[in-house]
């Protein structure tokens, strides 16, 4: 007992600074998203569920801001169903492929209940889950374009990997040309993405649309990405260096869409 | 009288680093985390139970700000339990100093070196807990010599200054 006590005196110090350490690092397990999903790999229901009340007190009182939001999305909605119905009268043909394609994808809206936007790896929660029939690696879509890919599903919650995570690329294409290339973030700017592998033969120009190559089968082919915000070549390269400006603000993102490929190829079925 | 300063201190401190520090911002490669120097200056009589614990708080009330708890708290701590080891090391006559740590009370060179280890290792424990995962290390470790650098520059500024 005395020598359990002279080893606590003497090493009294080193003891405080292990056990607040110690704190220091349960609070930032339990309290930090991105850090909680690399230690338990998978979406937290406890947390989750805290920052659904607390998404659902906050937005009681954005109700207001919300209802504008949604008015403005439907009349941008309703205006692009009806040149939707005009494009299908007047080109049905050429335009059959593309639409069917649309066709295949099913929509299942879900709500943002947390996110991060200052992190290399930024992630952020929706309030749909397994018992919602959503799967790892769907896509997810928001009122202004592309979001990200599901990462991980529990029960009530999925963790959703945005664009802005450095270890995303997305396949997506210029739409004025049809010019293939990558979308990938570069960890700096939560509001720009670099469109790669576009070559230098290419026209490029500032306020050309980026879009949703379709190339893939997690997002349907013309979904926004964003606009050429800069583009640049030098002497050498074979490539421009073009910087996107992202269509989702995701500072301000609070609904998003679940997209569910009725088509998807399972593996190994080519 | 002691407390009160440093309580007055710690909120000056607090707001600079918020309304100040916080937005400097290099292309997103790091900003200064001057608050630091609260923890730098403390005096040199405290216990170290003490500081940790002060060290903790003073962490945790960045973290709120930052949401990002416990990463503050985590290099707070490291900070305040190395500084004391530090300046005993490189500080001769360390018994003779009262009050507070200051380049004219320890030596300029010596406050340097003391200054600048016990920053990299805070700076470094920062944005290693932030990015959790050295798949991007030489990301961690530019941010983390440019936030440094900044840090030091302006706290010897302050303390050249304040002379």
């Given at each position: 007992m005395r020598n359990l006590l002279q080893f606590l005196t003497r090493y009294s110090n080193f003891l405080i600074f292990l056990m607040l350490e110690v704190v220091a690092f349960i609070l930032i397990c339990t309290n930090n998203e991105y850090q909680q999903s690399a230690v338990w790999?998978?979406?937290?229901?406890v947390v989750a569920g805290v920052e659904g009340m607390k998404t659902?007190?906050?937005?009681?009182f954005r109700l207001r801001t919300e209802n504008e939001v949604l008015t403005a999305e439907n009349a941008r909605l309703k205006e692009e169903l009806m040149w939707l119905g005009n494009q299908i009268e007047e080109?049905?043909?050429r335009d059959s492929s593309y639409l069917y394609s649309h066709l295949d994808w099913e929509y299942i809206p879900a709500k943002v209940v947390g996110i991060t936007t200052n992190k290399q790896h930024n992630y952020l929660t929706i309030n749909k889950g397994l018992r919602d029939s959503i799967e790892v690696d769907m896509g997810v879509v928001g009122a202004d374009g592309v979001v990200g890919i599901v990462s991980a599903v529990g029960?009530?919650?999925s963790l959703v990997v945005p664009i802005i995570h450095t270890k995303i690329?997305?396949?997506s294409r210029l739409k004025n040309n049809g010019q293939i290339g990558g979308t990938a973030w570069d960890g700096r700017n939560c509001h720009y993405v670099n469109l790669t592998e576009i070559a230098r033969h290419i026209d490029v120009n500032q306020g050309d649309t980026v879009v949703t190559s379709g190339l893939t089968e997690v997002f349907p082919e013309g979904v926004m990405v964003g606009e050429v915000y800069e583009t640049s070549l030098g002497q050498g390269d074979n490539?421009?260096?073009t910087i996107v400006k992202l269509s989702t603000d995701y500072k301000s993102l609070r609904y998003v869409q679940v997209l569910r490929n009725n088509n998807k190829q399972p593996y190994g079925m080519d | 009288m002691e407390w009160i300063k440093q309580i007055v201190r710690l909120i000056v401190v607090v707001l600079l680093q918020v309304l100040l520090f916080d937005h400097l911002q290099i292309a997103g490669w790091g900003f200064p985390m001057v608050y630091v120097l609260f923890l730098m200056n403390m005096?040199?009589?405290i216990p170290r139970w003490a500081e940790m614990?002060?060290?903790a708080v003073v962490g945790l009330v960045f973290d709120v700000w930052h949401s990002s708890i416990g990463v503050n708290m985590a290099a707070c701590v490291a900070f305040s339990f190395f500084r004391p080891i530090l300046l005993g090391n490189l500080t001769q006559d360390l018994e003779r100093v009262k009050g507070e740590i200051y380049s004219a009370s320890i030596g300029r060179i010596e406050y340097v070196k003391c200054l600048s280890i016990l920053t990299v290792v805070h700076h470094l424990m920062v944005f290693s807990l932030e990015a959790w995962s050295w798949h991007n290390w030489w990301m961690v470790l530019v941010q983390t010599l440019i936030s440094s650098t900044l840090t030091i520059l302006i706290i010897m500024g302050y303390d050249i200054f304040r002379k």
């Open positions: 790999s998978s979406a937290n229901r659902n007190i906050v937005g009681y080109q049905t043909e029960e009530k919650y690329s997305i396949s490539y421009h260096q | 005096p040199v009589q614990l002060i060290g």
